[in-house]
């Protein structure tokens, strides 16, 4: 079973130092919530973003939700060759149980995240299903134990998704951002053993996760 982790993803709820801002304000009292049980999502709050650190990486959820969809709808998920990881960009780590899939609906998916943010885990007939927890990247890694770490890049090495699928063995771990302009943190990038770039224009995450996922299943199933 292969790996895949979605790195310092733009997925978190309001910090502390926004949920007072009017326009999270307004947008918690429409959902029915208190504006520190919501995600940061910039569509809504782009104002109180303004500025905060790694503005870049924050307040996506939509694009770690394309991400998630691309890899739970795809025979290598149904079959259970792939292990899915979030990792957050304030360090928490979403894992999934087997088959588990999340709505195709990007409102009830926020619904919930923002559901596992508040119980820590979603069970149902006593499987766990998802489940949060603090854990930094590097503290992912170590408990994965992979046998080769592959992230993707405009940094890396020019390469293509053909010859990066031909490598992948049983036991990597593949590497995507959650997050939507940038590049990894050096933290990120100091776990990674083979890091690959695979145009020269840099493309969302979702878009690498169907390319290489597609191409690994071609080594496997074709």
């Known amino acids: 079973m292969i790996s895949l982790i979605l ?10 130092e926004l949920k007072h801002h009017p326009s999270v304000v307004t947008h918690a009292k429409k959902l029915g919530k208190y ?14 973003m303004k500025g905060i650190k790694n503005e870049m ?19 290598l998920y149904l079959e259970n060759k792939i292990k899915l990881y979030v990792h957050t960009i304030d360090d928490k780590v979403i894992s999934f149980g087997e088959n588990v ?13 923002e559901k596992l943010y ?4 979603i069970v149902t007939n006593n499987d766990v299903l998802l489940e949060i927890k603090d854990q930094s990247f590097s503290e992912l890694i170590d408990e994965i134990n992979p046998t080769k770490v592959i992230g993707f890049s405009t940094k890396g090495i020019s390469s293509s998704y053909e010859k990066i699928a031909a490598e992948i063995s049983d036991n990597s771990c593949l590497v995507i951002g959650g997050f939507q302009k940038g590049h990894f943190s050096d933290s990120i990038e ?15 995450g979702h878009v690498v996760v ?13």
């Open 7 to 16: 790195s310092e993803s733009a997925l978190e709820l309001v910090p502390t």
């Open 35 to 48: 504006s520190s049980e919501i995600l940061l999502d910039n569509s809504w709050h782009f104002a109180a």
């Open 57 to 75: 990486k924050r307040g996506r959820p939509d694009l770690v939700h394309f991400s998630i969809l691309e890899a739970t709808t795809i025979p």
């Open 101 to 113: 899939h999340l709505p195709k609906s990007y409102h009830r998916f926020a619904g919930v995240i």
């Open 118 to 121: 508040q119980e820590k885990q």
């Open 190 to 204: 100091d776990k990674i053993t083979n890091l690959y770039s695979v145009g020269d224009e840099s493309f969302e």
């Open 210 to 222: 169907s390319r290489i996922l597609y191409e690994y299943e071609k080594t496997i199933f074709m």
